[in-house]
């Protein structure tokens, strides 16, 4: 089991859906990722947070909305998607050192995401 | 000429072997390296993480980090069935640890 938690593992939306995935963390870190993974592919960056406040967006559809409540949750919320849009998608989080050694993500086990 | 690059594979080795599986890259900045395995509809796992140039060992694991080529290495020794996945490797420059780069990933099979 990982200690990044994400809900839920499988979700199939149809286009007009409006459906959210979650994740939650309890290791204290304050910086906290939405990744997309298509098969065969490495994680694409979508979404950072540092500290709940948004601080990258690589450049993805205002179809995906992401929210972070507090240190250890983050949302996304996912509206008239596309087929397209069918991926694996992950959370990950990271320490935030600053001058330190750095700190790598660690990552949940995502959720597959089917859209009809 | 991509960030990063990586082995494709389809890697398949005996039980017992010893696996390598490499990356090189093209950014000098890079300073973090992290090797993850990521099980078939999982989510990547870190195996190792490294600072700089040197080894570290963990196991039967084995990290390479050689920046004067920009070149990393991952290597297992006694390979187990249960290591077939798809090994990723991923770097960032600083240590506010968000912009990693990820390499498109090898896929290894051991079989028994």
């Known amino acids: 089991d990982t200690e990044v938690t994400q809900t839920p593992k499988h979700l199939v939306m149809g286009m007009t859906n409006k459906k959210s995935l979650k994740c939650e963390q309890h290791m204290g870190h304050r910086a906290m990722y939405w990744y997309k993974q298509k098969a065969k592919k490495p994680p694409e960056l979508m979404f950072v947070y540092s500290y709940e406040k948004l601080s990258i967006n690589e450049s993805v559809p205002s179809r995906f909305s992401p929210e972070c409540p507090n240190s250890s949750l983050l949302n996304l919320h996912l509206h008239a998607l596309q087929p397209e849009d069918s991926a694996l998608y992950l959370c990950?989080?990271?320490?935030?050192?600053?001058?330190?050694?750095?700190?790598?993500?660690?990552f949940g086990n995502g959720t597959r995401l089917t859209v009809t | 000429q991509k960030e990063v690059e990586q082995d494709p594979g389809p890697l398949s080795v005996p039980e017992g072997a010893i696996v390598s599986l490499n990356c090189t890259y093209s950014n000098s900045a890079f300073q973090y390296f992290m090797w993850y395995r990521q099980y078939s509809r999982k989510g990547p796992e870190l195996l190792m993480y490294t600072y700089s140039s040197g080894n570290k060992e963990d196991g039967r694991f084995t990290a390479q980090v050689d920046k004067s080529s920009k070149y990393i290495s991952l290597f297992i020794r006694d390979s187990q069935p249960s290591d077939s996945a798809t090994y990723l490797c991923a770097m960032s420059e600083d240590d506010y640890g968000q912009n990693f780069v990820f390499g498109p990933g090898t896929r290894l099979s051991v079989l028994p």
């Open positions: 990950a989080s990271s320490l935030i050192l600053l001058g330190g050694t750095g700190s790598p993500l660690h």
